[in-house]
């Protein structure tokens, strides 16, 4: 995937924070300054930034996708393959993330990717990537999940309604406020969390191999006979270019998460070896398990099942393997725990890169959303994550909303992955004499990411056949939303960087120092223009 350059040096590419405003060392008046530091105890180890990873990985996607990519396959063996295939196009862009992350190890991940790759016109890439996050980056499709799982393992409730919502917003909340006010405890919780999801997981592997051996309350559902025979029916399969790219865009839901760690790189202890330990670690087990855990689906639960279970095919698992006993009704709220977690590991970094963009300036309010008031924790910049969540989670009706989430969240972050594996192709070919990182990712893995990305951002456009509306709502409508948000980004990047200005006759920049302890200084300045 990579390989380690130990002729360049570590420092090659800069990455001290300097003045960042338009006019770099104009004097100004202090508006505000703010220091960021966290205390050794307070920094992420080797095994806290895998279980983050893990818990933003593992959440709701293995639990609840495989329904949506059998439904558009119409074949097992074709599912099983995309999986696999979605761990190999994870582990390309780890490597590219590693490559970026090793050479700038500072938080806010692909934000601060785009800015060195993308100088002209200047924030112009940050502009776009903050509307994607700030409005897209939300923990609603979790949140939803969580709720029907709770009311699955209750009532045997499984329709989508706005009593799972609530008891949603419920899980947000809680996580939101957990990361603002007891910052420590939500990453202890993380941490347990992590391993919990783990064992459900393995719990679920091993229950599919009991399955397999004849051990279930169900007759065989007989789905690896001719496993590679493509279907069609009223169900499932038939749905053309279009319902495999939207499979694909369900298992990179699924194993989103793996660069959750590039975001929060100044909480790491010692980053470069952090990241490059922890990642590789968690992508690889995870990798691991989702592909036995399709495997366990599909020895107990019929195809039919599958394809119109939605959300809820784990539960309907545990159901077949083991029956209606009590005890099988608390298996889903083991799931409505993991899908917890990965809300606590989703809100945490997303918090993160909403501080970084407050922290630079660039969003209204600035010293606002990038302070760390009152607990050392980026409090406003979690309530912004928890409000678009919240907004997101109870806006469309109810019905089949998690499938359209689930896409809304995915498809803009594949023209930003695109943007930095295209890049980096243009750093590895045209600027070798000035970008030498210690990894390297190698050109035929970058290429690789980088076609899959074009392919995901184009396809969805494509009508599918057949049913226009089949997912419950047009098939262009979470594509179209996609690009308008990217779009959004340009304009407002327009409005704060040409149009206030102007109307104000200066403007409030953001300045990055590191003090004589190594740590982060912010000071805010007004700027006339010249």
């Known amino acids: 995937m990579g390989s380690f350059d130990k002729s360049s040096d570590p420092e090659a590419v800069k990455t001290a924070p300097v003045a960042i ?29 895998v279980f983050l990873i893990l ?50 190890p500072r938080s806010g991940g692909e934000k601060n990717y785009l800015e060195y790759i993308y100088k002209h016109p200047k924030y112009l890439a940050s502009c776009v990537l903050a509307a994607q996050m700030i409005f897209l980056g939300f923990s609603s499709g979790n949140s939803l999940a969580f709720g029907r799982y709770i009311l699955y393992a209750n009532s045997g409730d499984s329709q989508d309604s706005y009593k799972a919502r609530g008891i949603g917003v419920a899980c947000a909340t809680f996580a939101c406020a957990l990361h603002a006010f007891l910052p420590k405890w939500g990453v202890r919780l993380v941490n347990v969390l992590g391993i919990f999801k783990v064992v459900i997981v393995l719990f679920i592997v091993f229950a599919g191999f009991a399955a397999l051996a004849g051990h279930r309350h169900v007759p065989d559902p007989e789905n690896f006979k001719h496993a590679f025979r493509i279907e069609t029916t009223e169900s499932y399969g038939g749905g053309g270019a279009y319902a495999y790219s939207n499979a694909l865009l369900n298992i990179v839901y699924s194993y989103k998460g793996w660069e959750n760690a590039n975001y929060f790189m100044s909480e790491l202890k010692d980053p470069r070896r952090t990241l490059t330990v922890a990642a590789p670690i968690a992508v690889a087990g995870v990798t ?42 608390a298996l889903p709220v083991f799931v409505a725990l993991s899908n917890l977690g990965n809300v606590l590991a989703v809100s945490f970094a997303h918090a993160r890169l909403n501080q970084e ?88 893995i970058l290429v690789i990411f980088f076609l899959l990305n074009v392919f995901l951002a184009v396809v969805p456009f494509i009508p599918p056949v ?61 700027i006339k223009n010249a």
Not at 23 to 49: C, L, P
Not at 380 to 397: E, K
Request: aromatic share 16%.
């Open 21 to 49: 405003s338009d006019n770099d060392g104009s004097v100004g008046e202090v508006q505000a300054a703010e220091k960021f530091a966290f205390t050794e105890d307070r920094k992420i180890g080797i095994t806290g930034a």
């Open 466 to 526: 057949g049913d226009w509306n089949a997912e419950g709502y047009p098939y262009y409508v979470f594509p179209i939303v996609g690009v308008a948000v990217l779009l959004l980004g340009v304009t407002y990047w327009f409005m704060w960087t040409k149009f206030w200005p102007w109307v104000r006759g200066h403007k409030i920049v953001a300045e990055r120092l590191i003090d004589e302890d190594g740590n982060e200084v912010i000071r805010y300045k007004k």
């Open 288 to 329: 691991v398990l989702y592909v036995l855990a399709n495997v366990a689906y599909f020895a107990a639960v019929s195809k039919y099942e599958i394809a119109t279970s939605e959300v809820l095919v784990a539960g309907i698992f545990f159901r077949n393997v083991f029956g209606d006993s009590a005890g099988v009704k």
């Open 55 to 104: 818990n933003k990985m593992i959440g709701t996607g293995i639990f609840s996708t495989p329904s949506a990519i059998f439904a558009a396959t119409g074949s097992v063996g074709v599912s099983l393959f995309l999986w696999v295939i979605g761990g190999f196009l994870t582990c390309c862009g780890l490597s590219v993330w590693l490559e970026f992350g090793l050479a700038i």
């Open 357 to 444: 963009l407050g922290k630079e300036g660039l969003l209204p309010l600035s010293k606002f959303w990038g302070s760390n008031k009152p607990c050392n924790a980026p409090a406003a910049s979690l309530f912004l994550h928890w409000l678009i969540t919240i907004i997101i989670l109870l806006a469309p009706p109810p019905g089949p909303a998690y499938n359209f989430l689930v896409n809304l969240y995915t498809y803009p972050g594949v023209w930003i992955n695109g943007f930095v594996s295209g890049g980096l192709l243009y750093l590895h070919f045209f600027r070798r004499d000035t970008w030498k990182p210690t990894w390297r990712c190698w050109e035929p």
